[in-house]
């Protein structure tokens, strides 16, 4: 067993001007963990996710991220460490087709493939075979099969936002990073989605930290919850705990009614 956690931030702090996004922010999440970040607009759960992927530097603390100090290193090489993000509004290659799309996802294997082609090697046929038969088990676990070849500009948003989500799992992440992956589908859509992601990442024990603003979603979905508000952890604990905790309530999710 894997005694030190996947993800490690230390005192993380980052100011945008005079705003104090982030604040000391401390977090550990284990390997094979569904960690859920909650918290109050602006409370600084996309910047937070932002650092983390390497989209924006913090002014001061570390991430470490399987035993490697990330803190300051660019998106590409953080990802091709083991770590996918989607966005809160999908970035998808409109004019692609559906399976382009997740292809894409897998950039690391096919680099990887490019790469084993010009060297001539034997591996990077089975390679991209093995980058083909995912792209297609994946369209159809997310029930993108009969749309595959269609380009992505011409799906409605709901069926977009399964596309995201499916890309970002493409390269097999130890570590998912997911900023609101159900917004802007119905309840319905919602919980399939989820449901399909719970199924791949529990069977390839992937650790998500994910954004989610529906508690109903969040409850079923984490193991641990961290509460984010003004930049600072204030909460942490089972889906359980954080609801009773009168701190999160008072904070966030007194706000809003938790029919969990
Ligand atoms: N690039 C930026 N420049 C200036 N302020 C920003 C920037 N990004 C976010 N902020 C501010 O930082 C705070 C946290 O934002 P954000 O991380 O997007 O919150 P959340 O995702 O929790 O809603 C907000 O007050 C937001 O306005
Ligand atoms: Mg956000």
């Not at 977090?27 to 569904?34: D, Q, T």
């Not at 097999?172 to 719970?198: Q, R, V, Y």
């Amino acid at each position: 067993m894997q005694t030190t956690p996947l993800l490690k931030t230390k005192e993380l702090s980052l100011q945008f001007g005079g705003l104090k996004a982030l604040q000391n922010v401390s977090m550990e999440v284990p390997a094979g963990e569904f960690r859920g970040l909650i918290g109050p607009n602006g409370a600084g759960k996309t910047t937070l996710i932002n650092c983390i992927s390497g989209a924006i530097q913090a002014s001061s603390g570390s991430i470490v991220f399987d035993d490697v100090e990330i803190g300051t290193m660019a998106p590409h090489l953080i990802s091709g460490l083991g770590m996918s993000r989607s966005f809160q509004h999908v970035q998808i290659f409109g004019d692609r087709s559906v399976r382009d799309n997740i292809l894409i996802g897998m950039h690391r294997q096919i680099k990887q493939n490019l790469i084993g082609q010009l060297l001539g090697l034997p591996g990077s046929r089975a390679a991209e075979h093995e980058a083909g038969l995912r792209a297609e088990a994946l369209l159809k676990r997310f029930d993108l099969h009969d749309v595959a070849n269609r380009p992505a500009k011409l799906l409605p948003y709901g069926v977009l936002k399964r596309l995201d989500l499916a890309r970002s799992l493409a390269a097999k992440p130890k570590l998912l990073l997911l900023d609101e992956p159900t917004s802007g589908m119905s309840e319905e859509e919602a919980l399939s989605a989820i449901s399909m992601l719970k199924d791949i990442a529990r069977q390839e024990g992937m650790t998500l930290l994910v954004i989610e603003h529906n508690m109903r979603i969040m409850m079923d979905l984490a193991d641990q919850i961290s509460v984010l508000h003004l930049g600072q952890i204030i909460a942490e604990g089972t889906p359980e705990e954080v609801t009773q905790n009168p701190v999160a309530i008072e904070a966030y999710l007194g706000e809003e009614e938790v029919d969990a």
